[in-house]
Structures are given as structure tokens and as C-alpha cells.
């Protein structure tokens, strides 16, 4: 979840897949492990490939994701994480064609995954309405 702003003024920013299985739908800033990669540093990789958006500060999440993958036969899990932005514009890359920041509650009426929608609360409690707890924090 890529997060901008403070307090109940902070806004997400959600993408709209441009093509594939889901083009059309909202979602966050997604992507795979290069070889090599932590899951940290692929989370500043794809802010920065699918955004244009230098990340600030990284934070976990502390929810994950787990489903089936019928295409691998295989469960994907998939770590949550916070990454503060500064102010700036937004260039999406090929695989997206729109972006909006969004409030939380936009957030819920407009992403597709049910997980996505389950960590906002998470999100908002540790992230939003206070400071987050300094375990959060990936160097």
C-alpha cells in the first residue's frame, strides 16, 4: 500500500490493471520476486517501475495474502506492506492505465481483492491513526 499525506487527510494510491485476467480492476501496487531479491527491496522496485514513486520509508504491514494459483498449482503468499511517498506525480507504467489516490473507505468500494480490502482496517489503525509501532519498519 503506497500512502501519502497525514492523518485522516493520508490517501492510498490504487492502480487500474490495463490488460490480463483482471484488466479493469483496482488494485495496489503488485508485483513478483526477482531472483536474488528480498520481498522488501521488490516492494520498493515496484513502487518505482509501476509508479514512478521513490519510496521514503517501508513498513510491514503485518498481514499476508494466501491463495491458489491455478496456473503454477501452487499457494502464493504474499506479505503486505506500507510505503511512504512523498508528494509527486504518478506515472503508471504499461500494465496500468489509471490511478487514483483514494481515502480508505474509497479504497474498499473500489478494490477487487478481498484480502487488499481485509488490510485496510489493519492499515488505518497503525498507519493512519497514530504513529506506526517501531517493529513496522524495514531498513
Do not use: K, N
Not at 506525480?89 to 500494465?95: F, L
Not at 474498499?108 to 488490510?119: K, N, P, T, Y
Amino acid at each position: 500500500m503506497v500512502l501519502r499525506g497525514a492523518g485522516e487527510a493520508t490517501r492510498l494510491l490504487v492502480l487500474r490493471r490495463a490488460r490480463g485476467a483482471f484488466a479493469g480492476a483496482w488494485t495496489f501496487v503488485m508485483g513478483g520476486i526477482e531472483p536474488g531479491e528480498r520481498a522488501s527491496e521488490t516492494a520498493r522496485r515496484e513502487v518505482l517501475e509501476e509508479c514512478g514513486l521513490a519510496v521514503t520509508s517501508l513498513y510491514t504491514a503485518g498481514a499476508l495474502d494466501a491463495f491458489y494459483d491455478p496456473v503454477r498449482d501452487t499457494i502464493v503468499h504474499v506479505p503486505f506492506f506500507v510505503a511512504r511517498v512523498v508528494e509527486g506525480d504518478v506515472i503508471t507504467d504499461d500494465a496500468h492505465d489509471a490511478h487514483r489516490w483514494v481515502s480508505f473507505d474509497e479504497a474498499a468500494a473500489l478494490l477487487m481483492f478481498a484480502a487488499q480490502r481485509r488490510v485496510l482496517t489493519e492499515v488505518h489503525d497503525a498507519f493512519v491513526a497514530r504513529e506506526p509501532d517501531p517493529w513496522r519498519s524495514i531498513s
